[in-house]
Antibody
Framework: EELLVESGGDLVQPGGSLRLSCAASGFTFSNYAMHWVRQAPGKGLEWVAGISGSDGRTYYADSVKGRFTISRDNSKNTLFLQMNSLRAEDTAVHYC??????????WGPGTMVAVSS | QSALTQPPSASGSPGQSVTISCTGTSSDIGRYNFVSWYQQHPGKAPKLLIYVVTKRPSGVPARFSGSKSGNTASLTVSGLQAEDEADYYCNSYAGINNWVFGGGTKLTVL
């Protein structure tokens, strides 16, 4: 079974940093692009960042560019999201998702990031 | 990149059909066939229903179908069932390695 499980969500103060992880299993991780998608409380989905499977090219939404860094360790089947200079508007459930055929076909259960003083 | 436009709500009775629209621009839906739809029940992760406009992943019932015309994509749910009550989101590739979601539609089964 193809599974994704996020971890690392926490309550952090504005301006702080957090590193999210996403452990993948049940598929050849290096063959797929991976993404982070977030959902603020009571709001819709927002694509945050993506990374290609093999060459590690990265892509970001304008709202996080320069503050967030997506990376992956194919030897450990793990995706990461380093989040710096966090703002209140970054408060959201953060999902990792597998990319395939232009869609997000496998999702994790999500991890909550709360930014508040 | 602006979000795609979806109606905030839709409804139908069991057995009926309902169509949810998703309007973008010539830079996203109008240019690419990477249009997908997701179902999300409260407190759960989204689930892929439709990809590349019309295709269904294995396990998704044939009651769910997708289409596209110009800058607008649509999701049709036929033979509505109680378990179809959920939030539905469209998504499109928007070029330059950027993806955009719709604001979501809450589907109520009356």
């Amino acid at each position: 079974e193809e599974l994704l499980v996020e971890s690392g969500g926490d309550l952090v103060q504005p301006g702080g940093s957090l590193r999210l992880s996403c452990a993948a299993s049940g598929f050849t991780f290096s063959n797929y692009a991976m993404h982070w998608v977030r959902q603020a409380p009571g709001k819709g989905l927002e694509w945050v960042a993506g990374i290609s499977g093999s060459d590690g090219r990265t892509y970001y939404a304008d709202s996080v560019k320069g503050r967030f860094t997506i990376s992956r360790d194919n030897s450990k089947n793990t995706l990461f999201l380093q989040m710096n200079s966090l703002r209140a508007e970054d408060t959201a459930v953060h999902y990792c998702a597998r990319g395939d055929a232009g869609a997000f076909d496998v999702w994790g259960p999500g991890t909550m990031v709360a930014v508040s003083s | 990149q602006s979000a795609l436009t979806q109606p905030p709500s839709a409804s139908g009775s069991p057995g009926q059909s309902v169509t949810i629209s998703c309007t973008g621009t010539s830079s996203d839906i109008g240019r690419y066939n990477f249009v997908s739809w997701y179902q999300q029940h409260p407190g759960k992760a989204p689930k892929l229903l439709i990809y590349v406009v019309t295709k269904r992943p294995s396990g998704v019932p044939a009651r769910f179908s997708g289409s596209k015309s110009g800058n607008t994509a649509s999701l049709t749910v036929s033979g509505l069932q109680a378990e179809d009550e959920a939030d539905y989101y469209c998504n499109s590739y928007a070029g330059i390695n950027n993806w955009v979601f719709g604001g979501g539609t809450k589907l109520t089964v009356l």
